[in-house]
């Protein structure tokens, strides 16, 4: 630490003379350009080749060279040299103008720029005179050896870094081995024990940890073997299941083809006796029973859902909401329905199982409000934190709150009706 401290002494002795330096240097430099104003007098290009002379002022320095305008303001006697770059005016030269001559350090020029100058006013010329440079080109020299200091201040510290962790290490090493079998016991792996590297406190503790894993090892074999039995239950229930859905869709099928065949023969040979609405109603027959065909094959395809990848698609939502309420309109033709649909946005979703969901919910719609003279029902969305969400509206009779969790749950019923 005393050499940390002797060089940040040296740093601030040595920021204060070259501080000292840059100032005598501008001072220097705008004492000789104010000979050679007082020379060049009113004569525009020789003020401009004062003004353009940047010897000694590096890459960031200018002269500025300015005066009063009859308005006020303040007139430069030439661009000045980074007039591009200006962002917001100074009030440097204004002040000069005012016989108000000064050093400047860390101030901002009209580009916004921290820089050091010296400033004089010619008052019988009615001049003002700027010299100077950016503060960070100014002062280079201490930044250097600012980043020296700190560049050796971090090695110094990284080394007494090291050497306590080598000498923690050594203290914590039992420790350590133990926080390393933990996590690849949390891992997973049971077949690890920490090392017991001594006798005291630590050594006791290894050894208490290392029957916990061993305890754990044994727990999770029942667990493995409780896991086992009821996967295969599960695999037992599954098949069950599949094959009920098999025998329900084989029992369904029949007298959905009957129903298929005698609407066919009424087509086809009767149709010359049907009207327009008789013949609208045996269409509507035909697609139901196809739609209920389709029905059909979904549930064979829900009964195996846990084996096979959803065929998802882009869903055209606004037209197949429309559908699907047409059919159901058709089924419930006494009933008054005031129903509206705004433009949905198309879902990525399995189409057949998607149209059955709308069926469900504009189906509970029409039947929970069949006890209003007008049934109004809307269907629309929304978004919520970037996802899209369908929602369907009705003036039926709507649902205790309390009971909201059980609205989706299989064989639960909230109405009688």
Known sequence: MPILFLSYINFNS????????????????????????????????????????????????????????????????????????????????????????SFLSGVTDYRGKPIVAVTRYISDLGLAVEAKMDIAEAYQPVNNLRDTIIVFSF????????????????????????????????????????????????????????????????????????????????????????????SVSHDLRAPLRAVDGFSKILIEDYSNKLDADGRHVVDTIRASTKQMGNLIDDLLSFSRLGRQEIKASDVDMTTLVKTVFDELKIINPARVIQFTCEDLPVAHADPALMRQVWANLLSNAIKFTNKKEIAVINVGSTTDKNNIVYFVKDNGVGFDMKYADKLFVVFQRLHSN
């Open 155 to 246: 090695v110094f510290l990284m080394v007494i870094l090291m050497i306590a962790l080598l000498f923690v290490h050594s203290i914590t090493a039992p420790i350590i081995n133990i926080v390393s079998v933990s996590k690849q016991v949390t891992a997973g792996d049971l077949s690890k024990r920490a090392a017991v590297l001594s006798n005291d406190e630590i050594g006791e503790l290894a050894t208490s940890f290392n029957k916990m894993i061993s305890v754990l090892k044994e727990l999770h074999e029942v667990l493995e073997k409780k896991f086992e039995e009821r996967t295969k239950q599960l695999e037992v229930a599954n098949k069950d299941l599949e094959s009920f859905s098999y």
């Open 14 to 101: 040595a920021k204060e003379l070259l501080v000292k330096d840059v100032q005598e240097k501008l001072v220097s430099i705008i004492t000789v350009d104010v000979s050679r104003i007082r020379e060049a007098g009113t004569s525009q290009p020789l003020l401009a080749s004062i003004a353009s002379d940047y010897t000694d002022l590096g890459s960031t320095g200018e002269i500025i060279i300015a005066k009063r305008g009859p308005d006020g303001s303040v007139q430069y006697i030439t661009p000045r040299r980074f007039e591009k770059l200006a962002v917001a005016k100074s009030s440097i030269i204004s002040e000069t103008l005012s016989n108000h001559e």
